[in-house]
């Protein structure tokens, strides 16, 4: 989507891995280069989006098979495509969002299910769009745990499918990584949040 002029950046990872602070530092530091991005968020970002994001991250963790699961993300998707992400590239403006299709691939594609090949058709179908860079943050999957849970956000329902999945999320997140190699940079999350920020501005500011 570059011919809209912004540039889409997407950050990755399992969760509790940082995605959320260092989206809105990479924000904040793209403000300070003069720029004027859009922050948001997977699921949600629109209003319609948010309203589906409280199906899919509260309640349950069985709440959803695996197969409803990609219907309602892509519903959500495609309702940020169309109301955020769109307008904002179209203004020239920058999009940064935590979360994008990456991790309808990996969530429901590769770790609750066989289903990469469906979550690959309905994405071409219903929102044929990827980011002009995405940023996975990687992290030792326990660390990541224990630090979402911490939240108590309420919003934890995949945190509660516990260490297993999120090693398996984070083997799968690596593989898309190498798999989309000219799109993808990992980044080490392990390090302290004004690190991870400063690598993230290097990668970013390489690609403006």
Do not use: N
């Not at 199906?55 to 098979?65: I, M, N, T």
């Not at 999320?169 to 690190?195: K, Y």
């Amino acid at each position: 989507m570059t011919d809209a002029h912004g540039l889409f950046i997407s950050l990755e990872g399992i969760d509790g891995s940082g995605k959320s602070t260092q989206s809105r530092l990479l924000a904040e530091q793209m403000r300070a280069w003069g720029r004027d991005p859009v922050l948001t968020r997977e699921p949600g970002g629109a209003t319609g989006a948010e309203d589906i994001r409280r199906l899919l991250v509260e309640g349950d963790p069985a709440r959803w098979s695996p197969e409803t699961e990609i219907l309602l993300f892509t519903a959500a998707r495609r309702d940020h495509l169309e109301r955020t992400i769109r307008p904002a590239l179209a203004s020239g403006r920058d999009v940064v969002t935590d979360r994008f299709a990456d991790s309808t691939r990996v969530y429901q594609g590769a770790t609750r299910g066989d289903l990469r090949a469906l979550v690959d058709t309905i994405h071409d179908a219903a929102i044929g769009v990827e980011p002009d860079l995405t940023l996975v943050l990687d992290m030792d999957p326990a660390v990541a745990l224990e630090r979402g849970l911490a939240r108590s956000s309420g919003e934890d329902r995949f945190e509660e499918f516990g260490l297993d999945f999120q090693k398996r999320l984070r083997a799968g997140f690596l593989a898309l990584a190498q798999e989309e190699a000219g799109r993808c940079v990992v980044i080490d999350a392990m390090a302290a949040p004004e690190t991870v920020a400063a690598r993230i501005a290097e990668v970013v500011r390489a690609r403006l």
